[in-house]
């Protein structure tokens, strides 16, 4: 018996298959045309089931996305951008009674081996076991730009190809999978000249009884948890006469996150700028900063031993760090349970970190996948600009973070209020956790105001004030509360309002110009 591994199969993509799904795009559509990274994890984590990679020994070759929508808005005429909410999968609807073909495509190196009809039939398997009417997709039409005067309206070419009086290859082979043309759409992808920007509105009607076919009840990824506990610490900023002394400050908060069983505990953004009062002279800003920057090699090894022996996952506020170009950059470093690192660079410096510290503006914004579903880091400011929530939301995020440092009343109160906006239009769950007390030695730091807090939607499951948990104003603590996710999702499918489902595709969106 032979025990030789298969060579190519077809499985469920995941996020580690990524960075090869990216090259195929790449070569695929051209360079600087692929998904970006935040695309495909917008569409991994809102649909896992529906996003397929074929895998050659061992290298990814092919790629199939799909989601689910309902029929009222699939059949009706739409753009590729607006349909697929701008490549995130953004209008997935686990209660949709449709499966939307959003893409398939093979590496060109590898397109004699029938990936294209495998991907087609675990389509129409996972269609049948979700027991939905059918696939629906805007299919393209390469041949119609070569017979665009003979034929200038272009559902008479479809009609011809259908006819077979033409061929064209992509149609032909849709109509060999057993899809059938409904229409033509035109502007549903521009920049694809051969098929002048039009498509085919293809479909394939499950044959079951249609009549005994429901959606099934679902809410996306069965693997989240039901519930995740948050704690957010309120961390007191004080003279301290050792580093051992810092750590002890953090490992205490840690303990007590851990000891209540916290799937998450978040420390506030700058609170390890506590480190400059061990210095015997004042120092001016811009050698502060340039200071603390030394720690980040002790700071990132001691809170990722702590993440892993207390098996929890912590949002290590921010740090500030220097670049290999010599710039300092304020990061939330992400260190999870499982003993990997992430990072989230602050985007927004505020104009006192600018003219104080000369701290510069990060770039990306990228959920980060843990063990109770991804998440997404705001740094203070950063939730003042509601592009940056809706960029991570739409990659699968359900709880944003939110480290922040404020001086006086006014100043976080606009964190607040803020955030309590990013958890109604995106109804996600946001935690804020901020410093409190004063280092007089520290340029900048003088005074602090903070209300840490965990913030939810307004609407019917959620606590009445859409507050989870609150502190007292000024008080070193730690506040904590129990999220349900289901609560969440099932909020965003059948909310009193259902901001994220109801959004206007066909008017706007939210685009990244640099890819993550």
């Known amino acids: 018996m032979s025990n030789k591994p298969a060579k190519l199969i077809v499985r469920n993509a995941e996020v580690r298959d990524i960075p090869g799904i990216m090259e195929v795009s790449e070569r695929v559509y051209g360079p600087g045309m692929g998904y970006a990274r935040s695309e495909l994890f917008g569409q991994i984590n809102r649909f896992p089931d529906g996003q397929f990679v074929a895998e050659y020994e061992g290298v990814i070759v092919g790629y199939c996305a799909t989601f689910m929508i309902s029929s009222d808005v699939a059949l009706k005429p739409h753009t590729w951008n607006e349909i697929t909410g701008v490549g995130f999968a953004a209008r997935h609807d686990p209660e949709g009674d449709m499966l939307y073909g959003m893409d398939v495509m093979v590496h060109p190196d ?13 389509r129409r398997e996972l269609c049948q076991w979700l027991e939905l009417k059918g696939i629906v997709f805007g299919g393209r039409m390469p041949g119609y730009a070569r017979h665009a005067k003979e034929y200038p309206n272009p559902q008479d ?68 948890p039901e519930r995740v506990r ?28 851990s000891d209540y069983k916290s799937d998450f505990v978040v420390f506030p953004e700058l609170f390890t700028l506590q480190l400059l009062s061990l210095e015997h002279r004042p120092l001016g800003p811009v050698e502060a900063i340039e200071k603390i920057t030394e720690y980040t090699p002790r700071f990132i090894e001691f809170m990722e031993k702590l993440a892993v022996s207390y098996n929890v ?89 939110v480290p922040f440092c404020t001086d006086e009343r006014r100043g976080y109160m606009r964190v607040r209020y803020c955030c309590q906006a990013r958890a109604v239009e995106n109804q996600c769950y946001v935690a804020l956790s901020g410093v409190v007390g004063n280092l007089p030695n520290v340029e900048n730091m003088d005074i602090h105001y903070a209300e840490s807090c965990i913030l939810t939607p307004s609407d019917f499951p959620f606590a009445r004030d859409g507050v989870a948990a609150d502190t007292a104003p000024n008080t070193e603590t730690i506040a904590l509360a129990d ?21 206007r595709f066909d008017l706007y969106s939210v685009k990244w110009k640099k890819t993550d």
Request: hydrophobic share 35%.
């Open 110 to 122: 590898y397109r004699r081996l029938r990936i294209g009809e495998r991907f087609y039939r675990v």
């Open 157 to 224: 070419y479809v009609d011809a190809v259908v006819d077979q009086k033409l061929k064209d290859p992509v149609i032909n082979f849709q109509l060999r999978q057993g899809f059938k043309p409904i229409g033509v759409m035109r502007n549903y992808l521009v920049g694809d000249p051969q098929s002048k920007d039009c498509a085919t509105h293809m479909i394939w009607e499950n044959p079951l009884e249609q009549d005994k076919i429901q959606a099934k009840p679902g809410l996306g990824d069965t693997s989240l």
């Open 230 to 257: 948050i704690a957010t610490v309120q961390f007191q900023m004080r003279k301290i006469n050792s580093i051992d002394e810092f750590e002890q400050q953090i490992e205490y908060f840690t303990d007590i996150a």
């Open 313 to 401: 996952n912590i949002i290590g506020g921010t740090h500030p760090s220097m670049m290999e170009n010599g710039d300092v950059l304020n990061i939330s470093y992400v260190f999870l349970r499982d003993g990997s690192v992430h990072t989230q660079q602050k985007l927004h410096p505020t104009p006192s970190e600018r003219m104080w510290w000369n701290i510069k503006g990060g770039e990306g914004a990228l959920a980060i996948q843990t063990d109770c579903g991804p998440i997404g880091v705001m740094i203070c400011y950063d939730s003042e600009f509601p592009e940056l929530a809706r960029h991570l939301v739409d990659q699968g995020a359900l709880m944003l973070f």
């Open 483 to 503: 999220l349900s996710l289901s609560d969440l999702l099932t909020a965003r499918q059948s909310g009193a309002v259902q901001n994220l489902k109801d959004r």
